[in-house]
Nanobody, 116 residues
């Protein structure tokens, strides 16, 4: 079992920045991939970015060049630095980790609201 606690969401004006954090606890030694997803009201949850244990990153086209994912393996924490925020980035952001076994765990979500 892995527990995930997210923080860093909030209200920001368009063009602003936010940094999300997601701290993992529990069976952390089997965590492989860490990532962020988001779900806007009325939409399906969508992938935002992922990072491997070795630091290889991938981004959705809609956030590439504006968002940066990083992780601190010593602190079992993944971050999402979001710059140049747009109103369409408004969503609940969820942290997810994938274990070596293939199991996945989700965080509880943190609200990000970008005003125009």
């Amino acid at each position: 079992q892995v527990q995930l606690v997210e923080s860093g969401g909030g209200l920001v004006q368009a063009g602003g920045s936010l940094r999300l954090s997601c701290a993992a606890s529990g069976n952390i030694f089997s965590i492989n991939l860490m990532g962020w997803y988001r779900q806007a009201a009325g939409n399906q949850r969508e992938w935002v970015a992922t990072i491997t244990r070795g630091g290889i990153t991938n981004y959705a086209a809609s956030v590439k060049g504006r968002f940066t994912i990083s992780r601190d393996n010593a602190k079992n924490t993944v971050y999402l630095q979001m710059n140049g925020l747009k109103p369409e980035d408004t969503a609940i952001y969820y942290c997810k980790v994938n274990m070596n076994s293939g199991l996945g765990y989700w965080g509880q979500g943190t609200q990000v609201t970008v005003s125009s």
